[in-house]
Structures are given as structure tokens and as C-alpha cells.
């Protein structure tokens, strides 16, 4: 089959402004993505479209062009069914289509993986739960134990959207900021179900309220929250799963809204074996380094931490030093090194 005859699912445009004109002029603004599809696909259907692609209006505002950032698939044509997303630079709404990350590729979460799988046939097929869908769910648990990768896994599995916002960004300046963007984000998830809203940093909107003077005053965002996961609208198709590092803290009337809670747990000895082990393998020097005395001596580190502070710093130091080898104490120092700035006490305690 060639390109031409595969239909374009999705196509997530970037607007680059007018390269073919040397003064400016009006800047299109895309308020109403339903109604931008309709006008987009009346110029473009039939349009070959790829990764990198540039493609131009030739109506409204003439030579504007936009980057095509992604697409699924990877090539086709722009047909009446396909899905156009432009995304702002300004937005703080991310759309991503996954394409690199597997249940496969999270180690260890046996546990989160079996119950995310409920997840998954949902997105495959939303009219086969009904009422019983699991359309809001919380992932909970220390940071970097893979919590944003099991929800991007989940996304490529059902090769659906992923769209994301990390909850601090959804606190506006004024008031009725945060609702709008609340509802923005619904609005967005609502023209691209089957699709999975993730919330990243969820405690920052969904602090108990004996802790209100700690957060500020959210609660409109919060209201703007609970009508939404309580599905006022049609929502059949959309996952909404927040993820927090510390569920204790959350409210009681936000946290009732989830039907699930699935717990992350720092990785075992043999999943930071085999962390260490996926990781080293693609790095540009050689490792010549027991890695289960490193995940022996790992223990309460999170697989995050092993990437970015044990094994990446090893490696920044090795170049540093001119050696083109990693050995296992330089391994065992950064740990060494990483356990003690952990215990520093806060810089103002020595104010």
C-alpha cells in the first residue's frame, strides 16, 4: 500500500508564521479547534503528510505555513476522518502521540501494569464498559518509579493521544484562569477521544484543606476538576489519570472522584539489575562493572535516580577524567555521593 492510500489518523501541526514573507502580517489564532478541522481538511484533504512536512493555508491567510510535528501514521493522506491538532508554544497543554514506550519497556510495577490493562481495553474499546469504565484513575508513589511512562505506554498501546499538563502551570494569574484552562483541556481531550488526560503534579490543585494557605487559593480549578472527572459531559472514550508523589496529602473530595488508586513502589534488587542493565547498553563507552553489586548497594533509589545521578553522572565523569571506560567504583562513588547531598539539611537551616 502506498502512502497515498493510507489515511492519516491523527496530523499535530506547529504554526511557523510566514516564511515566504519578509514583513509581518496577522497572526492566525486557532480558538475553535472543531471548527479549524473543518477548515483545514476543506484545503488540505488528499494532502501527502509526514513528519517535518510543511504545509501552507491558502485561503484565509495566505502562505501561513505550520510543521507537521507528528503523525499516525507516520505518512498518509488527509482524509475527512482525520484528526488535526495545531499545537502553541504557549499552550501549556501538551498533545503527544507515543510511539516509543511499551508496558515492555517499564520494569518491575507488575502490579500497576496487570490493573493498567483495564485501562487499555478501555481505550481500545470505550461502548464495551458503559457506566463501569474506569475514566478516572490515580497513580500514586515516589518519584521517578515510572509513573508518566506507564501512562505513555498505555497511550501507544491503544494508539490514542496523550495529553498532558503539569498541574502547577493550570493556576492562573487571575481569576477564572485556571477553570478556562481546566475546561480548555476537556474540550481538547473531548474533539480527540479515545485519548488520556494526564495530570502530572496532581498535589498542587489537590492539596486537603487543612493545607490551603500552603497552595493558594485553587478551589475554583478544583470545582472546574470535579465537574469534569463527574462526567456533566459526555466524556466516553477519555482516561483521566493523575499521578502524585504524596497521595496523604490529597484532599478527601478529590481523591473519591477516582475509582482506581494504583500504588508505584521503588524497584526491588532485580528490577534495578535490569534497569541498570537497559540503560548501560546504550551508552557511548565501554562499562566494565558488576551491576548487581551497583543495585546491591542501590537499594531505595528510584530508577529515575539511577539514570540521571548514578549513571549519567558516571559517565560525565569518565569523559571529564579522558577514560573511555566505566568501572563499578566510579558507579559506586556517584552513589556515595548522591546518599550524602541527600542527607544535607536544608539551606535555611543555616540561616
Same mark, same amino acid.
Given at each position: 500500500?502506498?502512502e497515498r492510500e493510507?489515511?492519516?489518523?491523527?496530523v499535530i501541526?506547529? +504554526?511557523?508564521g510566514?516564511?515566504?514573507?519578509a514583513?509581518?502580517?496577522e497572526y492566525?489564532? *486557532?480558538?475553535?479547534?472543531?471548527?479549524?478541522n *473543518?477548515?483545514a481538511?476543506? &484545503?488540505?484533504?488528499g494532502?501527502l503528510?509526514y513528519k517535518?512536512k510543511?504545509?501552507?493555508?491558502m485561503? @484565509?491567510f495566505?502562505d501561513f505555513?505550520?510543521?507537521?510535528?507528528?503523525a $499516525?501514521? =507516520?505518512s498518509?493522506?488527509i482524509?475527512?476522518s482525520?484528526?488535526?491538532i495545531? %499545537?502553541s508554544?504557549t499552550?501549556?497543554i501538551?498533545?503527544?502521540? *507515543?510511539?516509543n514506550?511499551r508496558?515492555?519497556?517499564v520494569?518491575?510495577q507488575e502490579?500497576a501494569k496487570?490493573? /493498567?490493562k483495564v485501562i487499555?481495553?478501555y481505550?481500545k474499546?470505550?461502548?464495551?464498559?458503559?457506566?463501569?469504565?474506569p475514566?478516572?484513575?490515580?497513580?500514586?508513589?515516589?518519584?521517578g518509579?515510572g509513573?508518566t @511512562?506507564?501512562?505513555?505506554?498505555?497511550?501507544n498501546?491503544?494508539?490514542t493521544?496523550?495529553?498532558s499538563?503539569? =498541574?502547577?502551570?493550570?493556576?492562573g494569574?487571575h481569576v477564572g484562569?485556571?477553570?478556562?484552562?481546566?475546561?480548555e483541556?476537556?474540550d481538547?481531550?473531548?474533539d480527540?477521544m479515545?485519548?488520556i488526560v494526564?495530570?502530572?503534579?496532581?498535589d498542587?490543585? /489537590?492539596?486537603d484543606r487543612?493545607? &490551603?494557605?500552603?497552595r493558594?487559593?485553587?478551589?475554583?480549578?478544583?470545582? /472546574?476538576l470535579l465537574?469534569?472527572?463527574?462526567?456533566? &459531559?459526555?466524556n %466516553?472514550g477519555?482516561?483521566?489519570?493523575?499521578?502524585t508523589n504524596?497521595?496523604e496529602?490529597?484532599d478527601? #473530595?478529590?481523591r473519591?472522584?477516582?475509582e482506581?488508586e494504583i500504588?508505584f513502589?521503588?524497584?526491588s534488587?532485580?528490577?534495578?539489575v535490569q534497569i541498570l542493565?537497559n540503560n548501560?547498553?546504550?551508552l557511548p563507552v565501554e $562499562?566494565?562493572?558488576?551491576l548487581?553489586t551497583i543495585?546491591?548497594f542501590?537499594?531505595g533509589? #528510584?530508577?529515575?535516580?539511577l539514570?540521571?545521578?548514578i549513571?549519567k553522572?558516571?559517565?560525565?565523569?569518565v569523559i571529564?577524567?579522558?577514560?573511555?571506560?566505566?568501572?563499578t #567504583?566510579d558507579l559506586?562513588?556517584a552513589?556515595?555521593?548522591l546518599?550524602?547531598?541527600?542527607? &544535607?539539611? +536544608?539551606?535555611?537551616?543555616?540561616?
Open positions: 500500500m502506498s493510507v489515511e492519516l489518523k491523527y501541526l506547529r +504554526p511557523l510566514y516564511p515566504l514573507k514583513s509581518y502580517v492566525p489564532k *486557532v480558538d475553535n479547534p472543531r471548527v479549524f *473543518v477548515y481538511k476543506d &484545503q488540505w484533504r494532502e503528510v517535518g510543511l504545509i501552507f493555508d485561503k @484565509m495566505p505555513a505550520f510543521e507537521v510535528i507528528d $499516525v501514521p =507516520s498518509g493522506y482524509s475527512d482525520t484528526k488535526i495545531v %499545537e508554544e499552550s501549556i501538551e498533545t503527544e502521540i *507515543v510511539k514506550i508496558f515492555s519497556d520494569v518491575g502490579e496487570r490493573k /493498567a487499555l481495553e481505550l474499546n470505550p461502548k464495551k464498559f458503559g457506566r463501569w469504565a475514566k478516572n484513575v490515580l497513580f500514586y508513589g515516589p518519584p518509579t509513573k @511512562m506507564l501512562a505513555k505506554a498505555l497511550a498501546e491503544a494508539n493521544p496523550f495529553i499538563v503539569k =498541574s502547577t502551570k493550570l493556576i494569574e484562569d485556571g477553570a478556562r484552562k481546566i475546561h483541556l476537556y481538547k481531550a473531548r480527540l479515545p485519548c494526564f495530570l502530572d503534579e496532581f498542587a490543585i /489537590a492539596l487543612s493545607y &490551603q494557605e500552603l493558594g487559593d485553587v478551589s475554583e480549578i478544583v470545582n /472546574a465537574t469534569e472527572l463527574d462526567g456533566m &459531559q459526555s %466516553e477519555i482516561c483521566t489519570i493523575a499521578a504524596r497521595i496529602l490529597l478527601y #473530595s478529590i473519591s472522584r477516582f482506581e500504588e513502589k521503588l524497584p534488587f532485580e528490577d534495578r542493565r548501560v547498553k546504550e $562499562v566494565n562493572a558488576s548487581e543495585a546491591e542501590s537499594e533509589l #528510584s530508577g529515575r535516580d539514570v540521571e545521578k549513571i553522572a558516571s559517565l560525565h565523569k571529564a577524567e579522558g577514560k573511555d571506560v566505566i568501572e #567504583s559506586l562513588n552513589i556515595e555521593k546518599k550524602i547531598s541527600s542527607k &544535607q539539611p +536544608p539551606k535555611h537551616m543555616f540561616i
